[in-house]
């Protein structure tokens, strides 16, 4: 094996979220849609199922994180939904603001949310360039 083949990047394992309490965040993730695949609150940790794909969102207790309102510098994670603004119809319904959006975009529409961590996840369509989602 060449060294190149060694350090192949293969795709995505979990992406992992710091939270201040795995309970809240759980809670406040199943608003937004997402399913508990696994939780071991004994290890502060949960994972989130994000479609039909193993990797998911896993959720990690820091006990010294506090809440922290937006807006802040942060990666982002973003996933794909079929229909972004029925998506932000959603989570307003469960009690979720949108930071941002539903907003126009080049592939379709966005929506960003935070939890109470400062964690922003934004929800994108490709309703205007569907060859380029996921069929």
């Not at 939270?19 to 939780?39: I, K």
């Not at 994000?50 to 982002?76: I, M, N």
């Amino acid at each position: 094996m060449s060294d190149d083949e060694s350090y192949e990047l293969l795709g995505f394992d979990n992406v992992l979220l710091p939270v201040g309490d795995l309970g809240e965040a759980v809670d406040f993730y199943e608003r937004a849609g997402f399913a508990v695949t696994y939780r071991f609150d004994e290890a502060g940790i949960a994972l989130l199922r994000v479609g039909g794909e193993t990797p998911g969102v896993l959720l990690r207790q820091e006990d010294a994180l506090g809440h922290r309102p937006p807006p802040w510098a942060c990666p982002r994670l973003w996933l794909e939904v079929p229909d972004a603004r029925a998506a932000a119809l959603r989570l307003a319904s469960a009690g979720i603001t949108p930071l941002e959006g539903p907003a126009s975009a080049a592939t379709g529409w966005t929506v960003e949310i935070a939890d109470p961590w400062g964690n922003v996840l934004g929800f994108t369509d490709y309703s205007k360039r569907p060859e380029l989602g996921r069929a």
